[in-house]
Structure formats: C-alpha cells, structure tokens
C-alpha cells in the first residue's frame, strides 16, 4: 500500500513539475508548484519524516507562494505569446539534454541496493530549531532580509509613478 501511494504522489510531484515548465501563464506555472510542494510533503509523511512535511506546507506551499501569487498579481503580467518562438533552440537542446537525465537516473536506480536502511531524515524540532538559530543565524537572516528586497523590488516594479 505504501508503495502505490508513493508512485501516487511521485507522478502527481512529476507531472506537476512538467506543468510548471510549460505553462504558459506564469500564475498557473505557480500555481501548479504549490501542488508540487505539496505532493512533496506528502512523499514526506511516507518517509516518517512529519515535521519536514508539516514545515514544508507552512513555509513552502503557504507563505513563499503566497508571496509569488501576491507578486504575480501585483505585477499583472501577460500571457508569453511569442516566447516559443524566441527559444526554439531551447526544445532542440533540452530534449537530448532530458533524455541523458532521464538515464542517468535509470542506471542509478538500477544501482541502488534495495536493502539499505533509511536514514533519519527529521530529527528533532528542538534539535533543528537549535542549529536554525545558532549555527545558521546568518544565513537565516540573510534569507529573510532577501526576501524582502524581493518584495520591495515587485512594488516598486508595479508602481507606475515614483
């Protein structure tokens, strides 16, 4: 049963990866990512890994997108119509390009021993917490002030008259 539910919710992760690329409408391109995510944190659970699902959601699906959509929205942009034009020579290189992965990826799960021991992947939220905020402060804080200039620069962008 847990294996079924796995392949579930690695080909909802897949196909909304691929809708992600090629959505033409950079909303439903978001829009689909949030389904990524979250099909991400449901691979999460199936790994006993709780917390990281539940952090996921919250931050990830939740509040980054939420930040995306809100940016999308604000800068109301169009539908890429000529972009297929444009990058043509993208789809000629990408193909080969995704077809190497794509083997890459085969040999390696051809590989793989099945009898390995998952690792702990969660730890503890007091444990985490506690690197967050000591061993990582910085790069922490530098994420947050990032995000910011994020959203500074897509009002700024958006704003007609300064």
Known sequence: MIELLFLLFAAVAVGSAINVLVQKHVLYSSLSLIVLLT?????????????LAVINVI?????????????????NLPADEDGADRLRWLKLIGIPMGLFLLLM????????EGTA???DLAGTPQAIGASLFTDYL???????LLILIALMGAVVFAKKEL
């Not at 099909?39 to 917390?51: N, P």
């Not at 931050?59 to 800068?75: K, P, Q, T």
């Not at 990826?105 to 793989?112: G, K, L, M, P, S």
């Open 39 to 51: 099909a991400i944190s449901a691979l999460f659970i199936l790994l006993q890994a709780e917390f």
């Open 138 to 144: 910085l790069p922490f804080e530098l994420t947050s």
């Open 59 to 75: 931050v990830y699906a939740g509040a980054i997108m939420v930040l995306f959509v809100f940016v999308i929205m604000l800068l």
């Open 105 to 112: 990826v085969a040999r390696t799960v051809w590989r793989v």
């Open 117 to 119: 021991a998952a690792p």
